[in-house]
């Protein structure tokens, strides 16, 4: 079992910048890629970002290319999102998880592809 656990949410004003991590526990963290999805209010869980078991490899959703950026230390079991030139559209609930990484280039962007998930940040961008 992996445990996953965001922090760093909070209030933002529009253009600022904040930086979500996510700890993980329980398993060998470099055996999985991980993945930043964000869900707001009344809609989807939507794909943001995500990184292979090695960091070599990230993609990114088309509404964040550019302006944020995934990162992890598999020394210190620990996921990042680095989220600059924030947006109103940006509000929602973030949430990392985890898949098992298959091979070194393995970065899923489906959330029935992932094995764990965290309890989820909040992310509140002020006008």
């Known amino acids: 079992q992996m445990k996953l656990v965001e922090s760093g949410g909070g209030l933002v004003q529009s253009g600022g910048s904040l930086k979500i991590s996510c700890a993980a526990s329980g398993v060998l963290f470099s055996n999985y890629a991980m993945g930043w999805f964000r869900q707001a209010p009344g809609k989807g869980r939507e794909f943001v970002a995500v990184?292979?078991?090695?960091?070599?490899?990230?993609e990114y959703a088309k509404s964040v290319k550019g302006r944020f950026t995934i990162s992890r230390d598999n020394a210190e079991n620990t996921l990042y999102l680095q989220m600059n030139n924030l947006t109103t559209e940006d509000t929602a609930g973030y949430y990392c998880?985890?898949?098992?990484?298959?091979?070194?280039?393995?970065?899923?962007?489906?959330?029935?592809?992932?094995?764990?998930w965290g309890q989820g940040t909040q992310v509140t961008v002020s006008s």
């Open positions: 990184i292979s078991w090695s960091g070599a490899y990230t």
């Open positions: 998880a985890s898949s098992y990484a298959a091979n070194s280039y393995y970065t899923p962007k489906v959330p029935g592809d992932y094995d764990y």
